[in-house]
């Protein structure tokens, strides 16, 4: 399995999301937005945050890994190798590697991450997701409080069965 950032924020594309920020309180004019102002708009998760993509490459990761990435539908097109131009595809393990790319957009990224780093997501699933906040980071820090299981993004764990992991977190 690796993981591979294929595209992500420019400063470029930072300036346009200030930009369109400001359009919506009547103000003009590109300037360059601050570290902390990036924080800022990531936190509160204004629309202009949806300006900011991504496209990430997981290659060879198991097939069934992929299809629990493919469940998440907003703000991000999947590419996945298809499976009808193959003769034996009833007889493909589930755990058969796929190349799997994402599009995606800055807010997509944190919704998937809530999901896919919980510790009741499949480990390997969870494995792939840790990956993608690592190499995410290592291009985008201002992501780093923002990639993170549910419970910590919402202050308690809302899963029919809680793993804990929240609960020691904070104690």
């Known amino acids: 399995m690796e993981i591979e950032i294929l595209r992500f924020p ?3 594309d930072w300036a346009r999301c200030l930009f369109l920020a400001r359009v919506t309180q009547g103000k003009d004019g590109m ?12 936190s509160a998760e204004h629309s202009p945050i949806r300006t900011l993509m991504y496209t990430i490459a997981m290659w060879q990761i198991p097939y069934f890994a992929s299809v629990h990435f493919v469940r998440h539908k907003f703000g991000v097109e999947h590419y996945v190798k298809s499976q009808r131009v193959n003769p034996n595809r009833g007889e493909d393990r589930q755990d058969s590697p796929v190349n799997h790319v994402m599009d995606l957009n800055a807010q997509a990224l944190i919704n998937i991450s809530r999901k896919r780093l919980c510790y009741k997501a499949d480990p390997k699933t969870r494995e792939i997701m840790e990956e993608i906040a690592s190499e995410i980071l290592k291009v985008n820090p201002v992501m780093h409080d923002f990639m993170v299981p549910d419970c910590v993004y919402r202050g308690a764990c809302h899963e029919f069965q809680s793993c804990g992991y929240f609960e020691k977190r904070t104690q």
């Open 31 to 42: 300037i360059t937005p601050s570290e902390e102002w990036k924080r800022k708009i990531i």
């Open 10 to 12: 420019t400063d470029v």
